[in-house]
């Protein structure tokens, strides 16, 4: 039994796909680099890296930034050093007093990965959703391994409902209050995501007792904001006053065209028959949204597109990381042609949705729950199929029809990334239409 200021490492005896989790508890680091080689030497001890990967996870924090936010940082080895790697598997060091990882960057958890192949990629895209959740902060002093073993592995609370941590804001914060008629929709969000993304700090949005990724379309829309609403952005890191302040000001500058398109949504609908066309004989009518303007009379041809059946086919982890992160490479090749092409055609306002429709691609919470399952056992396409319909799912529930229309969005996305997965589910085209053109109808046109 492991004592909970032990030195010794801790393993989880059924970590999931042969990931071994070692945990040691109040480790003693003089700073960062003597953290990374503890961590290190942790993953050694256990047959897991081989002498030198130390090395490469000391010259890969020269590279990039492994600060994760919320007191966490995740050092990993270099791509050239993964031959070293002798299996998957994670050492965590807690610090309970802080360490000082960069400059504004205090760390209570050291989350060293190694791993083979693109299972790299997977295992902290996984690790990433996992650990920002308000569950984070109840690891910082834990005396139970277990405690944070199960967490890494998404199978338990580690704190009752009672003590859990509250949502808090980070070390810069400024309040900010939701000014558009639509609330914050996917057009909105995409821009606060990738103004985000062009800062080193971790960048969140807090509303009430709800916190959202900042770098994340997906993660501001599952917020459900309102015009009116009140949210709170804060930041930590380098760069952090300056990443507050600029999210901020691209929120406000978006205001007056949100109003702009809001209004001019309104005096179209107004200008509308409150009954469009009826025929001379009343009949029971089919509300729709039209896909072009204009007047037609034609025969009407219905599209229907049956559910298919997504095969479970497992395969190595290795292999499907690889074959998701080529999918979702593809798919944003293709939604970055179809936005050109649609802005040449019809402009920006238009090719925008393609530009939010890719975000989802790069969404942890979306890629993370698909690696889940994949560590689980399952097949690359199934499992991100049943990741697409649980984020699916979760928008439809939302209190607010515009978030939950998005949810044709996400699926649309999902299909897309699906079919390059598995190239016998494409879909076929609208065959057998009328002689001389037709009224095609169906439930999504995407």
């Known amino acids: 039994m492991i004592n909970a200021h032990s030195s010794l490492p801790a393993v989880a005896p059924t970590a999931p796909a042969g990931l071994q989790i070692a945990v040691r508890l109040d480790a003693r680091v003089r700073d960062k680099a003597d953290a990374i080689a503890q961590a290190a030497l942790l993953l050694q001890d256990r047959g897991c890296v081989a002498p030198g990967y130390a090395t490469g996870m000391q010259a890969r924090e020269a590279q990039a930034e492994t600060f994760l936010g919320h007191g966490v940082a995740i050092p990993h080895g270099r791509a050239e050093d993964r031959a070293l790697v002798l299996r998957d598997a994670v050492a965590v060091l807690q610090v309970r007093e802080g360490l000082d990882w960069n400059a504004g960057q205090n760390v209570h958890l050291v989350v060293a990965v190694a791993a083979r192949s693109d299972a790299h990629i997977t295992l902290l895209r996984r690790l990433a959703g996992l650990l920002q959740t308000p569950r984070l902060q109840a690891l910082f002093t834990t005396g139970d391994v277990q405690q944070v073993i199960d967490v890494l592995q998404g199978q338990a609370d580690p704190a009752p409902p009672a003590a859990r941590t509250a949502a808090v804001d980070l070390a810069e914060a400024r309040e900010w209050t939701i000014a558009y008629p639509n609330g914050l929709h996917a057009r909105p969000a995409t821009r606060w995501a990738e103004s985000a993304r062009g800062f080193a700090s971790h960048i969140q949005v807090r509303h009430g007792g709800e916190v959202a990724d900042a770098r994340q379309m997906a993660s501001l829309l599952q917020l459900g904001l309102r015009e009116g609403d009140k949210v709170t952005v804060s930041a930590e890191g380098p760069d952090a006053s300056a990443a507050v302040q600029r999210l901020c000001a691209v929120a406000q500058a978006l205001v007056a065209q949100e109003r702009a398109d809001a209004d001019a949504a309104a005096r179209k609908a107004a200008e509308s028959p409150a009954t469009g066309w009826l ?26 597109v049956e559910a298919a059946e997504i095969p479970d086919l497992p395969e190595p982890l290795s292999v499907c990381g690889a074959r998701l992160h080529a999918a979702l490479a593809e798919t944003q090749g293709q939604l970055r042609a179809l936005h050109d092409d649609t802005r040449r055609r019809l402009g920006e306002g238009d090719a925008a949705i393609f530009s939010a429709q890719a975000e989802w691609l790069g969404d942890t919470g979306l890629l993370t729950r698909a690696c889940q399952f994949m560590v689980q056992g399952h097949g690359v396409a199934w499992a991100w199929d049943q990741a697409v319909e649980e984020g699916a799912a979760r928008l439809q529930a939302l209190d607010n029809p515009a978030l939950a229309a998005r949810a044709a ?31 095609l109808v169906a439930a999504d046109l995407s």
């Open 409 to 439: 969005d996400l699926r649309d996305v999902g299909r897309r990334v699906l079919v390059q997965l598995q190239p016998s589910l494409a879909a076929a085209g609208p065959d057998g239409l009328p002689e001389g053109g037709c009224i």
């Open 279 to 304: 025929p001379p004989l009343a009949r029971p009518a089919f509300v729709g949204l039209g896909a072009s303007p204009g007047l037609a009379v034609a025969r009407i041809h219905q599209w229907r």
